[in-house]
């Protein structure tokens, strides 16, 4: 997990010294996902007046209470294209995603398209994924380096993992399942502040 880090800091330091000279640069954060305690950092560049290619990245690696698990790291990659100037009104996006994740021990009440997380329950899950999807966002500009973007994304993800009976210890019950998504792959509200 390390390694997958330092390659993310790598990268968002290697757009930074490309294009910081021309203030084309944007830093950002989920709201959303800091609320649930996923830490997040985004970082994205101007590559065109109506293109921009940012690069998000989520760690959480807490400890919860009563044997639960939800750990996980995520990367998701996005192009958007602004029907005004970049950063800011209407945009598209085209983002990839991928991670991994341990998951279970947690009362999910909801079967959502193919997806039944009331199974997390009494099961832990751990495995990676990987996926594609489409996305539309609305920044609203709040001062001259700062935006609040929000965003929502719908796509796919496959994903392969391993299946044990409860959420701290128990059993390997399955090795190498795979499960496939659609849905709703990206939900945001992004404080954004602009260089």
């Known amino acids: 997990m390390k390694r997958v880090f330092l390659l993310f800091v790598v990268i968002a330091f290697s757009c930074i010294s490309q294009e910081l000279y021309a203030q084309k640069v944007a830093v950002k954060t989920n709201l959303l996902s800091d609320v649930v305690l996923s830490p997040n950092l985004g970082i994205e560049v101007g590559l065109a007046p109506k293109w921009t290619m940012g690069v998000t990245g989520q760690f959480n690696a807490w400890n919860m209470s009563h044997d639960r698990r939800w750990k996980h790291w995520a990367v998701q990659p996005e192009v958007r294209y602004w029907l005004c100037d970049r950063f800011g009104a209407h945009f598209f996006g085209f983002h ?100």
Not at 111 to 123: E, I, N, P, Q, V
């Open 96 to 195: 990839l995603h991928g991670g991994q994740y341990n998951i279970g021990g947690i009362d999910g009440k909801v079967k959502f398209l193919g997806t039944d997380a009331r199974k997390l329950k009494d099961a832990r899950y751990q495995g990676w994924f990987v996926g594609t999807g489409i996305a539309y966002g609305y920044a609203w500009i709040l001062g001259r380096h700062w935006n609040l973007e929000a965003e929502i994304g719908f796509g796919y993800s496959y994903t392969r993992y391993d299946k044990f009976r409860c959420a701290g210890c128990g059993k390997k019950v399955e090795t190498n399942k795979p499960h496939h998504y659609v849905g709703p792959t990206k939900a945001a509200i992004n404080l954004v502040y602009l260089f």
